[in-house]
């Protein structure tokens, strides 16, 4: 399941012959063909969570999908799409990181939104908008963690 972190996997059946599934915060029912396709579809109050880890809702727009498709999927109670998903999960992924490597959510999310030097000067939420911008910002944090400096 790259991308995502499955912390725990119930063996829990469920009346709708689902399993229920706990991927970090977000925790539900997935139906078996899902599981199988590793297409964990969360709800959209997933994007709530992330305006309150703060994120603004320019930046939730560029990187996990645009405030139109987003406001929809809100009002007729649908799930996010598997792509948006795996975004919103990307997000939350390295704000968690950068909150612990920096120690502090406000360091953590001014270093986010900073030019750096050993990006070629790019700002690591920009990079956050592909998987693979999102493990180069991966590994500056874990340069960061262990003290080496590019």
């Known amino acids: 399941m790259a ?6 996997i119930v063996e829990e059946e469920l009346p709708s012959h689902g399993v229920y ?8 029912e997935f139906q078996g063909s899902e599981i199988r396709a590793g297409e964990f579809r969360l ?8 305006r309150d880890r703060g994120f603004t809702n320019a930046e939730i727009h560029a990187i ?3 405030r139109r498709t987003l406001a929809r999927r809100k009002e007729q109670a649908e799930r996010l799409s598997l792509v948006e998903s795996d975004r919103v999960l990307r997000l939350e992924r390295i704000s968690d990181m950068a909150d ?7 360091k953590a999310q001014r270093w986010l ?4 030097r050993a990006l070629e000067n790019a700002r690591p939420i920009d990079l956050l908008r592909s998987e693979t911008g999102a493990h180069i910002v991966e590994q500056e944090l874990h340069r960061i963690d262990y003290g080496m400096f590019a």
């Open 3 to 8: 991308g995502t972190r499955v912390n725990k």
């Open 21 to 28: 599934i706990d991927v970090g915060r977000h925790r539900g």
């Open 43 to 50: 709800m959209p109050d997933s994007i709530e969570a992330l």
């Open 64 to 66: 996990v999908g645009p």
């Open 100 to 106: 612990r490597v920096f120690g502090n959510h406000e």
């Open 113 to 116: 939104r900073k030019e750096s």
